[in-house]
């Protein structure tokens, strides 16, 4: 690939085989976040509806479905009486599960 010898140039990325473009605004954004050393660390990519675990704090280990109507709730469902409760889940870490 000629692209790969252009002077700057790294690599490509990639989502499953597939050449993706990222937004100019998304890397701005990174590199601003980089350029004022702001800490930060690797996240899972998570999206509602998706399985997910609670990491740290008093609720440990506890599993529901992501929900999103304006504040983060974790939906956990009891199956078995066919119920479910959200709980606000701001400031906790999670997981995909």
Known sequence: MQLLHTEGVIGLISFRGVAASIPAKQIEDLQRLLSQKVPCALHAFLKVGQHVRIRGGCLDGLEGILEQHGEKNLVISIES????????IEGYELELI
């Open 81 to 88: 009486i066919q119920r479910a409760v959200a709980i606000t």
